[in-house]
């Protein structure tokens, strides 16, 4: 069985920051593009891609909390699992 350690847990982490930071960056060049060849869906490539960098937190401690778990780190759990839900509750108040 393959186990889960702390640079696996590492790299689980960066590899959503990353994504989060290189979708956006796409996201907005291909904006850019949209908008020199006057394409109307511009705006809207770029608000999915400004929603995906805002999101990137949130799925960044979700990630942690997952390593956590897998980690057996039971203060950590507790510590992403409220931060957590304290992000989720910030959008519903």
């Known amino acids: 069985m393959n186990s889960f350690n702390e640079e696996e847990f590492y790299k689980m982490i960066s590899m ?23 394409i109307d869906n511009y705006k809207t490539v770029l608000q999915y891609s400004t ?12 990630m942690l909390l997952i390593g956590f778990i897998r980690l057996k780190e039971k203060k950590y759990i507790i510590y992403s699992f409220l931060l957590l839900l304290i992000f989720i509750l910030e959008f519903f108040i």
């Not at 920051?17 to 060849?37: C, E, N, P, V």
């Not at 929603?51 to 979700?62: M, N, Q, S, V």
């Open 16 to 38: 959503v920051l990353k994504f989060g930071l290189f979708t956006f960056i796409i996201g907005a060049l291909i904006s850019f593009l949209l908008k020199l060849l006057q």
């Open 51 to 62: 929603l995906i960098l805002i999101l990137t937190p949130f799925f960044r401690i979700f």
